[in-house]
């Protein structure tokens, strides 16, 4: 299986600032070191075309010179740099390039991102450029016709900026479940949103998430799906007001896995939010995810290639 990484572009931040950006290297270390079959590689970074996809020209342009104004660095919660830029392009090319994996292949991931607060002409919420929107747009242009695209995100906080990108498309499907009292306050209108109260636990949430789930594949046939698996769901979540253990984020995941693997539909991961009190289990969390998309990958190749092993 394939994961992508850009953690060797390091994102410059103030000291105490607290988005904990050090997780990255963490991961792809345990993935290193746990996961010897996993092929580790770095992120080539999206091209000014291939944003575009989903993004305005003119905010791309003003990211890329740094003419961000302080309100808008304010907003996207980071200071601008050209690492910042760098680091942001290769975020979004890793899930391009982890998408096209996962169309040969079944499944692939990247090792950061899932930055879906990031809207067509503004950053917003430690989000510069929307990957799960830019990706879905190029594999529909790099198949040439309206690949049938859902993003399915389970990040605690609402996917707004993935919903406002891709509102009233016919050929893609966003579906959101997130805590109702968390960022952003004022939410977007996925085709499907699931509004969670503060302190749900592993029963309820995984109770909604399979109706969720039934309804996307009622109303939409997904040929790729873009999985956003947020660790803040997470009862150690510093930001995320829901209550979910190890085991239930292990099963969240299995869900969506399974429902990947009976649609016979490609699925492409990437790690989104993740704050926890102790960030040792916030690397655990995502940790577990790419190892249940790594099961999958071989769940998917042992059916398209049937005949066991010789030794």
């Not at 997780?23 to 290193?32: E, N």
């Not at 016709?145 to 499907?173: C, E, K, P, S």
């Not at 109260?197 to 592993?202: K, L, R, V, Y």
Request: hydrophobic share 45%; with cysteine.
């Amino acid at each position: 299986m394939k994961a992508f990484h850009c953690d060797r572009c390091p994102l410059p931040l103030p000291a105490g600032h607290r988005f904990p950006a050090a997780k990255y290297g963490r991961l792809r270390a345990r993935v290193a070191a746990e996961l010897a079959s996993v092929h580790l590689i770095d992120a080539v970074a999206a091209t000014v075309d291939q944003l575009q996809l989903a993004h305005d020209r003119e905010y791309i342009g003003r990211v890329v010179r740094g003419e961000l104004s302080a309100a808008e660095q304010r907003a996207i919660g980071f200071p601008w740099s050209p690492a910042l830029v760098e680091r942001s392009r290769r975020s979004v090319g890793a899930t391009i390039a982890a998408a096209r994996a996962a169309l040969s292949e079944g499944v692939a991931v990247n090792l950061a991102d899932g930055t879906h607060h990031a809207q067509r002409d503004r950053g917003q919420g430690y989000c510069v450029f929307n990957d799960a929107a830019v990706a879905a747009r190029a594999m529909q242009a790099e198949a040439g016709r309206a690949l049938r695209v859902a993003i399915v995100d389970l990040d605690v906080h609402q996917g707004n900026g993935t919903a406002a990108i891709l509102a009233g498309d016919a050929t893609t499907f966003t579906l959101s479940l997130h805590g109702e009292r968390n960022f952003p306050f004022r939410k977007s209108r996925s085709d499907l949103d699931r509004d969670l109260p503060d302190g749900t636990g592993d029963a309820e949430y995984l109770r909604v998430l399979d109706e969720a789930l039934d309804e996307m594949c009622a109303r939409f046939r997904p040929e790729l799906i873009v999985y956003l698996a947020g660790a803040d769901a997470h009862e150690n979540d510093r930001l995320g007001r829901l209550a979910l253990t190890t085991a239930g984020m292990a099963k969240r995941d299995a869900r969506v896995f399974d429902l990947a693997f009976r649609l016979g539909a490609p699925i492409v991961v990437a790690m989104a939010g993740g704050y926890g009190r102790d960030i040792d289990v916030t690397v655990d969390v995502h940790f577990n995810t790419v190892r249940a998309a790594y099961l999958h990958w071989r769940r998917c190749s042992a059916r398209m290639d049937p005949e066991p092993a010789r030794a």
